[in-house]
């Protein structure tokens, strides 16, 4: 009996923080991300270290396993909301809230919330919403019902970077304010408190309450505050750069390729289409799907080269490059999710690629392309702990990528099926350009934040990061529910999308964009590119590619772009609509719109009506088709609606 009860004090003493944070709570992962699951360790370095009950438990008892890849991180995804959950809290009725619409109004000293980049003491613009994402599922139950308090930063923030995020009064549904948890009450108030360590009260009163007094929150007004400091930037990238560098040392411009199929004229506009597989340098632990699938680490800690893999490609010749009429254009075209390269057949694309000569190539994102449906909702319905192979396999997937572009213009230029009178049509010299949409757009991104290959690129309807996407997406629908079954409140099911946040960072968006062309990777160029989206889009939201968009930095914006539901275009630089735009000093957002009604488009975290989706419709308008050429063509950004572009519905 003695020797238990020292045991367990002396597990208790080893344990820098009780597991869960007391200052809210709901939930024990709540408030997040938060400093307080990322202690300084024996050797002064500071990681994440979540237990296993810091996220909840499924409906049958089963922990979310933080051993899977969740701890020792250096800090936290500078792309995830701070998430807390506030009692009754009534957003409307809380003037001076920043929100969707007016997100820049976060900046000014009146706002209630403050999220403080804690090195500079600025305000970093963010917006509030509430979690309405369970909804429809918890209509029945209000006491399920809960809606998590979420700030978004307007756009990704700056890794290795601590920040405060504090809040003031919010009013509470049924009269008078919000009130604070009794650990953050006391804390507030200098009062001890249960479970509170003195260490923790002294961090609180060096370090967070004088940085909201100076951001205009007097201390005795906060309803919460907290910190959390962001990774590194190179935690994210640098295992994809050591991939990416490896794989081109390896194959570089004499990737080696076989042709399975050729069929001539298979459709107007098109000379030849061609199944193939490239051999790739291969860096995961499996071939297959397998759950479980990660990244290969050598000795020297970088990713270590498994063998070789063929991975199917899809190459389109375009009549016009096949009959000598128009130049070549090597280009690599990104397929949309749960899809394949077979995308490249579309006719739209026939008649795009006939009228300017692309050359285009294909390859799966494997990670998140056909064949990954099963493990991935497999995954989802038993163990999302175990996500991390999703963001190994999306590694390898623009391992592939970057290769088939590189090989569209080398290796594969030589063979005779892309000569012309014996003359190759594509050769090193060849304009290369990127094109994708959806999936195609939201990986794009990332692909132009790390091509050597080429600086121009059209993301279509691309959006990130996945945690503002997810909710908002209809084709999250599905999946979304298997996690409702597991988990029966809303506070938990939104909680878990914080988590994979985390491990998306890893390849998506929110852990690439800054380097897309404000801070190029190294020995990588400058990258800009077009972004177009659409206005009701129910697969890929707006809300995300704006957000995309302001993370690239330096995008500019035409005068007459739609503005969604009257929200501010906040983040943009705006020029006159006839400016003609060097294409090279930046990129651009070009909104489209397609008179969905108001009613279809919720500010909400909630998908848009998919009756009215426009999802697929903003590739296909001539203004889109239009604007891509030009800027492929002549390196000239330009309106091509002179206004809004204001598209038939
Ligand atoms: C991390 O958590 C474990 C318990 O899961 C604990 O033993 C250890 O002391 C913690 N490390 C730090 C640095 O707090
Ligand atoms: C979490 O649980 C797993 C499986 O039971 C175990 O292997 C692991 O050590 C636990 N991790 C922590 C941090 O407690
Ligand atoms: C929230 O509101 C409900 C209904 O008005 C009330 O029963 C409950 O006590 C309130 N909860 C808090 C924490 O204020
Ligand atoms: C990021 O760092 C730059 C340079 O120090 C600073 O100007 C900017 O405000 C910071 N942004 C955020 C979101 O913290
Ligand atoms: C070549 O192909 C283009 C595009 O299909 C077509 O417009 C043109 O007439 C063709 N030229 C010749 C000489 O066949
Ligand atoms: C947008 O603002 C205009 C002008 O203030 C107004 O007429 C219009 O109804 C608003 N539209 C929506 C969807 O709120
Ligand atoms: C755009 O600017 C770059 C230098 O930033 C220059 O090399 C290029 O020629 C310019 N393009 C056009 C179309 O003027």
Redesign the pocket.
């Given at each position: 009996m003695r020797t238990a009860l020292a045991l367990l004090l002396a597990a208790a003493a080893a344990f820098a923080n009780a597991p869960c944070d007391i200052i809210d709570p709901s939930l024990c992962v709540f408030p997040f991300p938060n400093d307080y699951f990322r202690p300084v360790g024996p050797s002064g370095v500071a990681l994440t270290n979540y237990s296993n009950i810091t996220w909840p438990l499924d409906a049958d008892g089963k922990i979310f396993d933080v051993s899977n890849g969740w701890n020792g991180v250096n800090g936290f995804s500078p792309a995830q909301a701070a998430i807390t959950y506030l009692?009754?809290a009534s957003l409307s009725g809380t003037p001076n809230l920043p929100r969707l619409w007016n997100m820049e109004t976060s900046l000014l000293a009146t706002s209630v919330t403050a999220l403080i980049n804690a090195e500079t003491g600025e305000r970093v613009a963010h917006w509030v919403e509430a979690d309405h994402s369970s909804d429809e599922w918890d209509a029945a139950d209000p006491s399920k019902n809960k809606r998590a308090f979420m700030a978004w930063p307007a756009a990704r923030l700056n890794g290795s970077t601590r920040y405060v995020f504090a809040v003031g009064p919010v009013a509470?549904?049924?009269g008078g304010f919000?009130?604070p948890s009794p650990a953050f009450r006391a804390m507030r108030a200098g009062a001890s408190f249960p479970g509170i360590e003195p260490e923790r009260q002294a961090h609180f009163e060096k370090d967070i309450f004088p940085l909201a007094e100076a951001a205009g929150l007097s201390r005795g007004s906060l309803t919460i505050a907290w910190d959390f400091t962001t990774a590194s930037d190179a935690t994210w990238t640098h295992n994809m750069l050591s991939m990416r560098d490896q794989a081109l040392a390896l194959v570089g411009d004499n990737a080696a390729y076989s042709i399975t199929s050729k069929t001539p004229t298979p459709r107007p506009g098109v000379a030849m289409e061609v199944d193939g597989f490239i051999t790739v340098p291969w860096f995961l632990s499996s071939i297959s799907p397998d759950i479980g699938t990660h990244i290969v680490i050598g000795s020297d800690g970088k990713p270590e080269l498994q063998g070789y893999n063929d991975v199917p490609f899809k190459l389109i010749i375009p009549t016009s490059v096949a009959n000598g009429s128009k130049p070549a254009t090597a280009q690599y075209y990104g397929h949309g999710l749960f899809g394949s390269a077979s995308e490249l057949t579309n006719q739209y694309l026939d008649t795009e690629a006939d009228e300017n000569g692309w050359v285009m190539i294909g390859v799966n994102w494997i990670g998140l392309c056909s064949e990954d449906i099963i493990s991935d909702a497999y995954m989802v319905a038993n163990d999302l702990s175990l996500f991390g192979f999703i963001q190994a396999r999306l590694h390898q997937a623009q391992t592939n990528a970057l290769l088939a572009h590189r090989m569209l213009f080398t290796s594969l230029a030589a063979d005779p099926i892309l000569a012309v009178n014996g003359q190759p049509v594509l050769s090193k010299a060849s304009p290369r350009r990127y094109y994708g949409n959806s999936l195609g757009g939201i990986m794009g991104s990332v692909f132009m934040s790390l091509s050597t290959d080429t600086t121009h690129g059209v993301l279509g309807v691309p959006g990130g990061p996945f945690g503002i996407l997810l909710p908002r997406s209809k084709d999250f629908a599905a999946l979304f529910d298997i996690i409702r079954l597991r988990y029966d409140n809303s506070l938990a099911r939104i909680s878990m999308m914080s988590a994979i946040q985390e491990q998306f960072t890893y390849l998506e968006p929110g852990g690439y964009v800054n380097h897309l062309w404000k801070d190029p990777l190294p020995n990588t160029p400058q990258h800009s590119v077009l972004i177009h989206y659409g206005q009701g889009d129910a697969q890929v939201n707006w809300v995300a590619a704006e957000w995309l968009g302001r993370s690239i930095g330096g995008m500019r914006a035409f005068d007459g772009t739609m503005r969604v539901r009257n929200c501010t275009l906040f983040g943009f630089e705006f020029v006159d609509n006839s400016a003609k735009l060097n294409g090279t000093d930046g990129g651009l957002m070009q909104g489209y719109y397609f008179d969905v009604p108001a009613e279809n488009i919720p500010l909400e975290n909630l998908p848009c009506a998919s009756a009215t989706d426009t999802h697929g419709k903003t590739r296909r308008t001539a203004h889109a088709m239009e604007q891509t050429r030009v800027f492929f063509e002549q390196d000239v950004i330009y309106n091509p609606c002179g206004g809004a572009c204001h598209e038939q519905p």
């Amino acid at each position: 009996m003695r020797t238990a009860l020292a045991l367990l004090l002396a597990a208790a003493a080893a344990f820098a923080n009780a597991p869960c944070d007391i200052i809210d709570p709901s939930l024990c992962v709540f408030p997040f991300p938060n400093d307080y699951f990322r202690p300084v360790g024996p050797s002064g370095v500071a990681l994440t270290n979540y237990s296993n009950i810091t996220w909840p438990l499924d409906a049958d008892g089963k922990i979310f396993d933080v051993s899977n890849g969740w701890n020792g991180v250096n800090g936290f995804s500078p792309a995830q909301a701070a998430i807390t959950y506030l009692p009754n809290a009534s957003l409307s009725g809380t003037p001076n809230l920043p929100r969707l619409w007016n997100m820049e109004t976060s900046l000014l000293a009146t706002s209630v919330t403050a999220l403080i980049n804690a090195e500079t003491g600025e305000r970093v613009a963010h917006w509030v919403e509430a979690d309405h994402s369970s909804d429809e599922w918890d209509a029945a139950d209000p006491s399920k019902n809960k809606r998590a308090f979420m700030a978004w930063p307007a756009a990704r923030l700056n890794g290795s970077t601590r920040y405060v995020f504090a809040v003031g009064p919010v009013a509470a549904l049924g009269g008078g304010f919000v009130q604070p948890s009794p650990a953050f009450r006391a804390m507030r108030a200098g009062a001890s408190f249960p479970g509170i360590e003195p260490e923790r009260q002294a961090h609180f009163e060096k370090d967070i309450f004088p940085l909201a007094e100076a951001a205009g929150l007097s201390r005795g007004s906060l309803t919460i505050a907290w910190d959390f400091t962001t990774a590194s930037d190179a935690t994210w990238t640098h295992n994809m750069l050591s991939m990416r560098d490896q794989a081109l040392a390896l194959v570089g411009d004499n990737a080696a390729y076989s042709i399975t199929s050729k069929t001539p004229t298979p459709r107007p506009g098109v000379a030849m289409e061609v199944d193939g597989f490239i051999t790739v340098p291969w860096f995961l632990s499996s071939i297959s799907p397998d759950i479980g699938t990660h990244i290969v680490i050598g000795s020297d800690g970088k990713p270590e080269l498994q063998g070789y893999n063929d991975v199917p490609f899809k190459l389109i010749i375009p009549t016009s490059v096949a009959n000598g009429s128009k130049p070549a254009t090597a280009q690599y075209y990104g397929h949309g999710l749960f899809g394949s390269a077979s995308e490249l057949t579309n006719q739209y694309l026939d008649t795009e690629a006939d009228e300017n000569g692309w050359v285009m190539i294909g390859v799966n994102w494997i990670g998140l392309c056909s064949e990954d449906i099963i493990s991935d909702a497999y995954m989802v319905a038993n163990d999302l702990s175990l996500f991390g192979f999703i963001q190994a396999r999306l590694h390898q997937a623009q391992t592939n990528a970057l290769l088939a572009h590189r090989m569209l213009f080398t290796s594969l230029a030589a063979d005779p099926i892309l000569a012309v009178n014996g003359q190759p049509v594509l050769s090193k010299a060849s304009p290369r350009r990127y094109y994708g949409n959806s999936l195609g757009g939201i990986m794009g991104s990332v692909f132009m934040s790390l091509s050597t290959d080429t600086t121009h690129g059209v993301l279509g309807v691309p959006g990130g990061p996945f945690g503002i996407l997810l909710p908002r997406s209809k084709d999250f629908a599905a999946l979304f529910d298997i996690i409702r079954l597991r988990y029966d409140n809303s506070l938990a099911r939104i909680s878990m999308m914080s988590a994979i946040q985390e491990q998306f960072t890893y390849l998506e968006p929110g852990g690439y964009v800054n380097h897309l062309w404000k801070d190029p990777l190294p020995n990588t160029p400058q990258h800009s590119v077009l972004i177009h989206y659409g206005q009701g889009d129910a697969q890929v939201n707006w809300v995300a590619a704006e957000w995309l968009g302001r993370s690239i930095g330096g995008m500019r914006a035409f005068d007459g772009t739609m503005r969604v539901r009257n929200c501010t275009l906040f983040g943009f630089e705006f020029v006159d609509n006839s400016a003609k735009l060097n294409g090279t000093d930046g990129g651009l957002m070009q909104g489209y719109y397609f008179d969905v009604p108001a009613e279809n488009i919720p500010l909400e975290n909630l998908p848009c009506a998919s009756a009215t989706d426009t999802h697929g419709k903003t590739r296909r308008t001539a203004h889109a088709m239009e604007q891509t050429r030009v800027f492929f063509e002549q390196d000239v950004i330009y309106n091509p609606c002179g206004g809004a572009c204001h598209e038939q519905p």
